[in-house]
């Protein structure tokens, strides 16, 4: 008759996985036979020969070992009702070692918990804390990527965006748009940026820049701007958004712990391919409130600098707030329109006076340029 | 369910013969050839959850193949997708097998595959990851490793070292730690070793000739990175 094995016995003379038996118990101590019956006599060991532990790779067996030597034996007990049984037919004299079984198996699963426990707690401390935007870690971690990495990654995504897009290679508005640009950048002390700044045919009255230096002028923006002041001040603003890395910083807030692991680990491709992810929406990043006041404080500080008359800036606000919200897309998300002029108005008076340097293009020919654009939508 | 392997070394394939109506379930993709009398069933092995758990926790395939002999006894052809050696062995009810994720190839229908998730520092140390497989049950179960499979006997209380990324299976009554393959963290390192599982018996160990981590960094040299 084959019985079921409920242990594996492991000694001199059987196979090294065990050798599968079946294990019965009563008062006189621990009967086994194989389950096919051959192999001999059944084996009855006396509970005095024993010696019992805990063991297995969880801890999660019982171990019970008698002899010595070629004659050694260790039984492994698995099932929960015959290590439940055991423990209720051994006498006394095993119960100091059925106590220290128990505690060992007590210690491993405490310990199991404990680790477990604290590295969840851990990873979710570590997330509420990006969770509920702790600045601290996220500039601790922006503070560590190379400015290479920043502009390779720009760059990817600048590439992908352009590769579905018009872009304008010449024309008044391409000039004008660079003059903008070579005249701000070179006002930009210990510049570590090479910005690059296109011109996309585009109805939207917007701009946006990239990680990295890489910087978008949509046509209907040029079309809106009333004079190249005002458009030259949306420039600021944006370089100025690459300046401070406000764009690593969403980026990293919005990928949270994945980020800063491939920022820690040095993995700048597992970064590239996070920030791949996010595609476009990279590109249109809500930046915080306190992020559009920096820009724009330091983006009129850096129109003063560059000799380009401020109030352009001020007067796009001013018309914003002024103006159909729902037609006019720039900065919709961003702080009161009216509020922004108000505040650039004082950071301009306690700006030194500097008379302002006209630009080299005349601004009708720039939008008389643009007149037969085809919007693309 | 019979079985037998063709082609030892490097390139081996597994015959299994099914009486009719008996099933074996394969990794994913396994199948190379089978008799007109074998039916090709997709299942989630324990159910959704455990399918899902499984996919998620320790990288296995969501799906095993379910070859049936439906229609009458037949055999089915199986291979794994890395070269190296294939193992059977048989389970009896109470062996229990811990297998590293890609170690699983084929298991006849009374093999239960779960995931289990392993202790803390074992998981994130061990470079099994979190989740490996616990292989138990009855039936005969195929094993896979690459390169070649070695088998490690252990005696009670006997101790042996191993690479971590050579491990294939290892039977549940064995126990292990992870350590430093050195006395300090620097030789550990650069003995190109770094932390090695110090297995104790009683129990066997499977491990693997070559480590895939290694194999994958060499070949990596040789691709061009598109930029």
Same mark, same amino acid.
Not at chain 1, 152 to 181: H, I, N, W
Not at chain 1, 235 to 262: D, F, I, P, T, Y
């Given at each position: ?377 | ?31 190379? %050839? ?5 039916? =090709? $069933? &997709? +299942? /989630?092995?324990?159910?959704?959850? #455990?399918? !899902? ?52 190839? %084929? ?5 239960? =595959? $779960? &995931? +289990? /998730?392993?202790?803390?520092?074992? #998981?994130? !140390? ?59 963290? =620097?030789? &550990? ?39």
């Amino acid at each position: 008759m084959t019985l079921t094995p409920n242990a594996l016995c492991f000694g001199d003379g059987l196979p090294a996985a065990g050798a599968p038996c079946v294990v019965t118990l009563s008062a006189e101590g621990v009967s086994m036979r194989s389950p096919d019956g051959a192999g001999g006599a059944d084996e009855t060991v006396a509970f005095s020969a024993l010696s019992v532990a805990a063991g297995g790779l969880d801890h999660d067996q019982l171990v019970l070992s008698w002899g010595s030597g070629l004659s050694a034996r260790t039984l492994y007990l698995k099932d929960p009702a015959l290590i439940v049984a055991f423990r209720r037919t051994a006498p006394l004299e095993l119960t100091a070692h059925l106590e220290r079984a128990a505690e060992q198996v007590r210690r491993a699963r405490h310990g199991h918990r404990l680790w477990w426990g604290g590295a969840v707690g851990l990873v979710v401390a570590f997330g509420l804390l990006l969770w509920l935007g702790s600045d601290v870690i996220v500039e601790w971690a922006v503070a560590r990527i190379p400015i290479e990495w920043e502009q390779k990654l720009g760059e990817t995504v600048y590439r992908d965006f352009l590769s579905k897009e018009t872009v304008l290679k010449t024309g008044p508005a391409v000039g004008a748009v660079e003059e903008m640009t070579q005249r701000l950048t070179a006002k930009i002390p210990d510049n570590p940026y090479h910005f690059k700044v296109s011109v996309v045919q585009s109805p939207v009255v917007n701009a946006f820049a990239l990680p990295g230096g890489y910087v978008v002028v949509f046509t209907g923006l040029l079309k809106k701007a009333e004079s190249g002041e005002e458009v030259a001040g949306v420039l600021s603003h944006e370089l100025n958004h690459v300046l401070q890395r406000h764009g690593m910083e969403r980026m990293v807030k919005m990928l949270g712990l994945a980020a800063v692991v491939s920022i820690v680990a040095g993995d700048q491709q597992g970064l590239i391919g996070l920030a791949r992810q996010l595609g476009l929406e990279l590109a249109t990043l809500k930046f915080g409130r306190a992020q559009e006041t920096e820009a724009d404080v330091t983006g009129i500080k850096l129109l003063s600098d560059a000799r380009i008359a401020p109030d352009g800036m001020i007067r796009f606000f001013e018309r914003l707030s002024d103006s159909d919200k729902g037609r006019v897309e720039l900065f919709s998300s961003h702080p009161m329109s009216a509020a922004r002029a108000e505040r650039l108005k004082a950071e301009l008076a306690a700006l030194p006076q500097r008379s302002p340097e006209p630009f080299g293009f005349e601004w009708a020919a720039v939008q008389e340029s643009l007149a037969g654009t085809e919007p693309k939508q | 369910m019979k079985s037998e392997i063709l082609y030892p070394g490097a390139f081996p394939m597994v015959r299994v013969y099914l009486n009719d109506g008996e099933t074996v379930k394969a990794e994913s993709g396994a199948m190379v %050839a089978a008799s007109p009398t074998i039916d =090709i $069933e &997709s +299942k /989630m092995e324990g159910g959704f959850l #455990g399918a !899902l758990s499984r996919k998620m926790l320790s990288g296995e395939k969501f799906f095993f193949q379910t070859l049936r002999a439906g229609r009458g006894a037949g055999e089915v052809l199986l291979a794994p997708t890395v070269p190296g050696e294939i193992v059977v062995m048989d389970l009896d009810g109470v062996n229990e097998y811990m297998v590293q994720k890609d170690g699983f190839l %084929a298991g006849a229908e009374g093999v239960k =595959i $779960e &995931s +289990k /998730m392993q202790s803390f520092t074992r #998981g994130l !140390l061990g470079g099994e990851g979190f989740f490996i497989l616990k292989i138990s049950g009855t039936g005969q179960l195929i094993l896979n490793s690459f390169g070649a499979v070695h088998k490690i006997e252990l005696d009670p209380d006997e101790e042996y070292i191993v690479d971590n990324s050579h491990l294939v299976a290892w039977t549940a009554t064995t126990t292990y730690n992870i350590e430093k393959a050195s006395s300090g963290w =620097i030789a &550990s390192l650069t003995s190109g070793e770094g932390l090695v599982c110090r297995f104790r018996g009683p129990g066997v160990v499977y491990i693997q000739s070559r480590n895939p981590g290694s194999f994958g960094a060499w070949i990596r040299q040789f691709i061009p990175v598109s930029e």
